[in-house]
Structures are given as structure tokens and as C-alpha cells.
């Protein structure tokens, strides 16, 4: 009896050592290069893609439904639109890394994902100035440190010009309103990150004064504070939501491709540049 | 013969939610998933929609019971718009993150207003045309307000709580699962208990009484338990809409109008209603879900005006 007790516990062992082992194995992965990405948002889609090159494109091996750049990423497994992206799509795609975005994912599916042993880094944007960093945080998790610095360094090299520039086109910067939403109107407030994409562009947001970020003011208040030029961004995937302007009566508009502005990544530049190209036109 | 026929009843309900048991643990985006993964988002996805859609069809039996209505469904007393606030108010707060998401203030809120419509009812002697219509106010205050903080809310904030709102049953986990289909089973066993006196109350107030049932008594004690019922699955799942009101007409139409049958197969078609309806959600538009309580609003009007058709038709047939 006492015997076949020894025999029992004789298996413990064995399995011990095996689901150690087993663990030490996961720690080991956890900190080496992850080879199975999926990215729940398109700007740090773009980011890791960026950073990885074409070579590295095949590690990216699931995306949110809206991650449709480099062109390659559209063929990749989708997992749902980043505000709420399928969980179980995620895992099953067996992940060894999992990138979300701060403002864009719900924290409580990052915390789910933790919950049950995924690898997750989150990514944070809530300024311009924090793009570099993302870059080099990125580059940390994806094994890139080099890259990222490079590419890093470039990105606040950009920024220093781009302000510069502003600087010096206009005495008074145009005061503009950067709408986002149609019905109802939603712009952009005095806070937040397309308030300071705005500012470094050259322009100030009318609602300036307004603590919210994204204030949803009626068409009167829009026009009682003299715009002198309406900036017009559609959030619809492209789908041209506003009426060509006439809307706003005289105020004249302009219209700014959305996928740059709207996700903080390697095309970020490129949109600011633009809307400063273009407010530079309305400078006093 | 009634025995028959209540086997058959039983038989069909249990063959159906067997059915359903299948395509809730294995239907999903993953084609061929382990274990592990369906222990960790199916099962409690399926045990949530079968206590949740179980917990709203006894609630809407009960509740048409009690106030002679027809119309009434889990929502009508407004406890659910106190469960809706509690969560919104809380939603995208590090409270609501590490703290059992939006359930624990969905369910607070829903105490909350069930405690002041219960403080009412003593007010107004528990009449039932009285509870009903604080109730209808009650839910009215709590919209209101959820609406106003969505106009002036953290748009961040807001989004979790929009899903929430339209029914969700993505984010169960396998323990509050369990526990929602333990209350629900706990609080619908103590509705049982009250089967004949709901019986009585059908045949109206003046005649519940010859027969010993105190109407304003009996309505405090449901609403009690129809408040622990609508708090629970609301905050477990959000605002699931149709199923409280559809199922328990539905099931009445074979079962008969006694409670001691009607609450029990409500409870297993509400489950396997729902159970059906998140199936539905989770692949229409796979990888992206659809909100359950979409489903079932879309799926459930049909229905009910078919209900209310064939109803219509037989008393106009017999008239």
C-alpha cells in the first residue's frame, strides 16, 4: 500500500520538472524576438512595419480590420475593429507579441489578453513629441533598438523643422476649425493630439479655449467664431461625408486625408506638412 | 394527458438547448481552437448568455404577471436604467479595469433604483398601476442621465460603455458567469415558490385575495427578486433587449399560464434564445461581432408581432 503510495508520488516528479521546464521555456520566449505579431490598431501596425522592413513583414501575422498599410498588411488575418477587436481571433493566432494602443484599444481587452498570458505592449501617443518614443519603445519589443533609434531621431529631426517653419511663414497664426464628425459637428477642442498637430502645423483651433478635446459645438457657435478657414478630416474610411463645403457658407475649406492625420505613425509627418502647406494660404 | 404534452414540452426545450450548448462552444473565429481557448472565452461566453437569457425570461414572467401586462419586460421598472447608469458612470475608470469591469457598479445601480422604486411602492401602497408607472419614471430619470453623461463624457470613456449598453457578451469571464447562472438559478427557484400566489394574482386582485394572496405583498417580494434578477444579468451583459418580454409570450402559447410550468421553460428557452442569438452575433460579421442585443431586438419584433397575430387571429376566429 505504502509502496504504490511511493509509486504515485514517483510521477510527480517527472511532471514537475516538465511544467518547469516547460515554464522556463515561456520566460526564454517571452524575452527573445517575437516571430508571430499582431498589431489591434493601424498606427502601430504601421509603426512595427516600418521598423520591420519588407523582409521582417512576414512576423506581422494578424492586424485589426482597419490596418491597411504597407499593402501587404490587407491579406493578413483580421481580428476585428481596433475599438473592439475579437479576443478569441487574437489568441488563436497564437501571438508571442500583441500591440495595442492606448487611446485607440479598450484597456479592458488589454488586460484580458494579459489575464491569460499574452504578451501585450501597449503604445502611447498622447502628444506628437511622443512619436520618437513610441518608435523606440516599439523597436525595444520588436528587437530593433538600432533601427528605431535611426528612424527615432529622424521623426524629432522632422518636428524641429516643421516648427521652425511654422515660425517663421506667419505672424498670426490662422484660426482654424479642424472638424472631424458631420452629425452631429464634432472639432477639435484645445486639448489632445490633434490640437498640438494642429498647432505645430501652424494654425489655432478656435475652440481653443474649449477643455475638451473633441467638443461637439452646434453650426452657430461654429460660425460665430469667425473661422477663417474650416479644415475638413472624415473619420468614414475615405467616405466623403461633408457637401463639398457649402455647408459653411462663405468660410472656405479644406480637405485633409484622414488616415495620415488620424494615426500617429510614419505618415504623421507627411499630413502636418501638408496642413501647413495648405494653411499657409490663410496666414495673416 | 397534460403530463404528456409537459414531457414533450420539456423534451423539445432540452433537445433544442443541447443543440445550442454545441454551436456556443463551437462556433467561433477559430477554426480549429484548443482547450484553452475555449475555456477561456466560450465557455464563459455560453454559461453568461445561458444564465443571462434565463435570468431576463423569468423576470418577464414574472413581471407580466404581476401587473397584468403583457407588455412588461425586465426593463419596464427602470432597474435596468439604474444598473446602465452605475456602469456608464464608472466605465473607463481604473475602478472598472481592475475591478470586475462595469459589474460591480452596473449591479449597485441597479440596487440603487431598486431601492427607491421599493421606497415608493410603500409610499403608494404598492398598487400595481402606481409601482408601474414610478417604475416607467424611474426608467426615464436613468436614461436621461446615462445620455446626458454620454453628451459630456471622455469619448473614451463612452465607448466602452456604448457596446455595453447595446448588449455584450464578449467580455464574460468563467467565474462572473457562474455566478450570474447561480443567482439566476437561486432567485428564479424562490419565484417558484411564489407560482400559485402568481397564479392567483392572474385571476385578478379582489379574487387573489378571497384566495389568501396579499397583492401589494406579493408585488414588493417579486420586485425584490425581479430587481436581484435584472441586476445581475445587466451588469454582466449590458442592456439585452427582447428576449424578457418575447420568450415568456412564447412559451405561454404551448406551456399554459401556470407559473409553476411557465417559469422553469421560460428559463430554458430564454437561455437557449440567447445562447442562439450570440451564435448568431459572433459569426454575421466575423471577426467583428455584432452586439447580442442586436440580434435579439432584430430577431424578436418579428416575433412578437407573429405572437401577437396569431393571438389576434384565433380570438377573432372565436368571436
Not at chain 1, 51 to 58: A, I, N
Request: aromatic residues 6%; charged residues 20%; proline residues 5%.
Amino acid at each position: 500500500m505504502v509502496k504504490a503510495a511511493w509509486l504515485r508520488a514517483g510521477w510527480v516528479f517527472p511532471v514537475l520538472l516538465v511544467l518547469g521546464a516547460s515554464e522556463l521555456g515561456a520566460s526564454e520566449r517571452r524575452n527573445s524576438e517575437p516571430h508571430r505579431i499582431v498589431a489591434l490598431a493601424p498606427s502601430v501596425a504601421e509603426i512595427a512595419a516600418d521598423l520591420l522592413g519588407k523582409e521582417g513583414l512576414p512576423r506581422i501575422v494578424g492586424v485589426s480590420n482597419e490596418a491597411d498599410r504597407p499593402d501587404v498588411l490587407k491579406d493578413r488575418p483580421r481580428v476585428g475593429p481596433f475599438y473592439r477587436v475579437n479576443l478569441e481571433a487574437v489568441v488563436g493566432l497564437k501571438p508571442d507579441l500583441v500591440l495595442a494602443t492606448q487611446d485607440g484599444n479598450l484597456p479592458e481587452q488589454v488586460e484580458r489578453l494579459r489575464s491569460v498570458g499574452v504578451r501585450v505592449s501597449v503604445v502611447g501617443t498622447p502628444k506628437v513629441d511622443s512619436l520618437p518614443e513610441a518608435y523606440r519603445m516599439l523597436g525595444r519589443e520588436l528587437g530593433l533598438e538600432a533601427t528605431a533609434e535611426k528612424k527615432a531621431a529622424a521623426l524629432e529631426q522632422e518636428l524641429r523643422e516643421l516648427r521652425r517653419e511654422s515660425e517663421r511663414r506667419q505672424t498670426k497664426a490662422p484660426r482654424v476649425v479642424l472638424q472631424i464628425g458631420w452629425n452631429p459637428v464634432v472639432v477639435v477642442g484645445g486639448q489632445g493630439f490633434l490640437a498640438e498637430v494642429l498647432s505645430i502645423a501652424g494654425g489655432k483651433s478656435v475652440f481653443a479655449d474649449v477643455p475638451q478635446a473633441y467638443p461637439r459645438p452646434s453650426r452657430e457657435a461654429v460660425l460665430a467664431r469667425k473661422p477663417d478657414v474650416i479644415l475638413q478630416v472624415s473619420m468614414d474610411q475615405g467616405r466623403d461625408q461633408s457637401q463639398g463645403g457649402s455647408e459653411w457658407g462663405k468660410i472656405p475649406t479644406l480637405r485633409v486625408d484622414a488616415d495620415d492625420l488620424l494615426r500617429p505613425g510614419p505618415g504623421l509627418m507627411r499630413a502636418i506638412r501638408k496642413l501647413q502647406e495648405g494653411l499657409n494660404g490663410f496666414a495673416h | 394527458m397534460a403530463l404528456r404534452t409537459d414531457r414533450k414540452n420539456w423534451l423539445l426545450a432540452c433537445t433544442f438547448l443541447l443543440i445550442a450548448l454545441g454551436l456556443g462552444l463551437g462556433v467561433g473565429p477559430t477554426d480549429h481552437p484548443d482547450w484553452a481557448l475555449i475555456r477561456e472565452f466560450r465557455l464563459p461566453r455560453t454559461l453568461l448568455a445561458l444564465g443571462v437569457g434565463a435570468g431576463l425570461a423569468v423576470a418577464g414572467t414574472a413581471l407580466q404577471a404581476l401587473f397584468s401586462n403583457p407588455l412588461c419586460e425586465p426593463y419596464t421598472l427602470g432597474i435596468s436604467s439604474g444598473a446602465a447608469l452605475g456602469a456608464v458612470l464608472l466605465s473607463g475608470t481604473t475602478f472598472a479595469l481592475h475591478w470586475g469591469g462595469l459589474a460591480i457598479p452596473g449591479f449597485a445601480g441597479a440596487l440603487g433604483f431598486a431601492a427607491l422604486l421599493l421606497g415608493v411602492s410603500y409610499r403608494t401602497g404598492s398598487r400595481g398601476g402606481a409601482l408601474l408607472l414610478s417604475g416607467v419614471m424611474l426608467s426615464l430619470v436613468g436614461s436621461s442621465l446615462v445620455a446626458l453623461w454620454m453628451a459630456i463624457a471622455d469619448p473614451s470613456g463612452v465607448q466602452s460603455a456604448v457596446f455595453w449598453l447595446m448588449g455584450d457578451l464578449s467580455r464574460a469571464r468563467l467565474e462572473g458567469a457562474a455566478l450570474t447562472l447561480v443567482l439566476v438559478a437561486a432567485v428564479g427557484l424562490a419565484l417558484m415558490v411564489q407560482s400559485r400566489k402568481l397564479d392567483a394574482l392572474l385571476l385578478g386582485e379582489e379574487a387573489a385575495q378571497s384566495l389568501g394572496v396579499d397583492p401589494n405583498s406579493l408585488r414588493r417580494q417579486v420586485v425584490f427578486y425581479v430587481s436581484i434578477l435584472v441586476g445581475a444579468c445587466v451588469s454582466a451583459a449590458g442592456m439585452i433587449g427582447f428576449v424578457g418580454l418575447v420568450v415568456p409570450h412564447f412559451v405561454r402559447r404551448f406551456s399554459g399560464s401556470l407559473h409553476a410550468r411557465l417559469i422553469p421553460l421560460s428559463a430554458v428557452w430564454g437561455a437557449l434564445v440567447l445562447l442562439i442569438a450570440d451564435v448568431v452575433a459572433r459569426k454575421i460579421v466575423a471577426p467583428s461581432e455584432l452586439p447580442a442585443g442586436v440580434v435579439t431586438a432584430l430577431v424578436g419584433a418579428p416575433c412578437f408581432i407573429w405572437i401577437l397575430a396569431g393571438r389576434s387571429g384565433r380570438e377573432g376566429r372565436a368571436g
